[in-house]
């Protein structure tokens, strides 16, 4: 089991930057891919982007291509998501999880998810 804790949220106007981060404790997770996902209001969980072990992408999303950048710390146990470019649509609660397998964009794949950051995009 691993505990991640997400933070660096905020409000933001449009266009502006965040550096959200993952820090996780117990369990290391250096051999463990990670995935990014957000929930907005009303709306279902989506995913965002996702690294391997090895701080390879491998899977992201067509909304956040070329403004999201994913990285990883494993001596910090930490991966890191700076979102740059910020729109009112990016508004949503972040969350990052562990993927033990390879589960893509699937959120279902994914355990030990962390309680999120709110990020919020005002116009």
């Known amino acids: 089991q691993v505990q991640l804790v997400e933070s660096g949220g905020g409000l933001v106007q449009a266009g502006g930057s965040l550096r959200l981060s993952c820090a996780a404790s117990?369990?290391?997770?250096?051999?463990?891919?990670m995935g990014w996902f957000r929930q907005a209001p009303g709306k279902d969980r989506e995913f965002v982007i996702r690294?391997?072990?090895?701080?390879?992408?491998?899977h992201y999303a067509s909304a956040v291509k070329g403004r999201f950048v994913i990285s990883r710390d494993n001596a910090k146990n930490t991966v890191y998501l700076q979102v740059n470019s910020l729109k009112p649509e990016d508004t949503a609660v972040y969350y990052c999880a562990l993927d033990l397998g390879s589960s893509g964009g699937n959120w279902r794949g994914y355990s030990d998810w962390g309680p999120g950051t709110q990020v919020t995009v005002s116009s």
């Open positions: 690294i391997s072990a090895s701080g390879t992408v491998t």
């Open positions: 117990g369990r290391t997770f250096s051999s463990v891919a």
